[in-house]
């Protein structure tokens, strides 16, 4: 049994910061990949980031490069996503996924049920 739970979205002003979490209850989470996708409204589920199982490797959207930093602490179970220099466009449900790195959502097992970051412009 695998279960993502993700946290701290919220409302930040466009140019503004946040950090999501997703923890993981998994067995042997130092060993699994997590990834991060968005869905905004009416629009299909895209790709954000994705981080392998040491931290070692990480991957990210062309549209967040430079802006998010995806990192994770193996000790607490836990993937962040540091979001910089929000835009109105970030506005969306975040969820982490897992396992994997690749960017195709149809290639993920587990989903967490996403939390909600909304940048007023």
């Known amino acids: 049994q695998v279960q993502l739970v993700e946290s701290g979205g919220g409302l930040v002003q466009a140019g503004g910061s946040l950090r999501i979490s997703c923890i993981a209850s998994?067995?042997?989470?130092?060993?699994?990949?997590i990834a991060w996708f968005r869905q905004a409204a009416g629009k299909e589920r895209e790709f954000v980031a994705s981080?392998?199982?040491?931290?070692?490797?990480?991957y990210y959207a062309d549209s967040v490069k430079g802006r998010f930093t995806i990192s994770r602490d193996n000790g607490k179970n836990t993937v962040y996503l540091q979001m910089n220099s929000l835009k109105p466009e970030d506005t969306a449900i975040y969820y982490c996924?897992?396992?994997?790195?690749?960017?195709?959502?149809?290639?993920?097992?587990?989903w967490g049920r996403g939390t909600q970051v909304t940048v007023s412009s």
């Open positions: 981080v392998s199982y040491n931290g070692a490797e990480t």
């Open positions: 996924a897992g396992p994997g790195l690749t960017n195709d959502p149809r290639r993920y097992r587990y």
């Open positions: 998994v067995h042997r989470f130092s060993s699994v990949a």
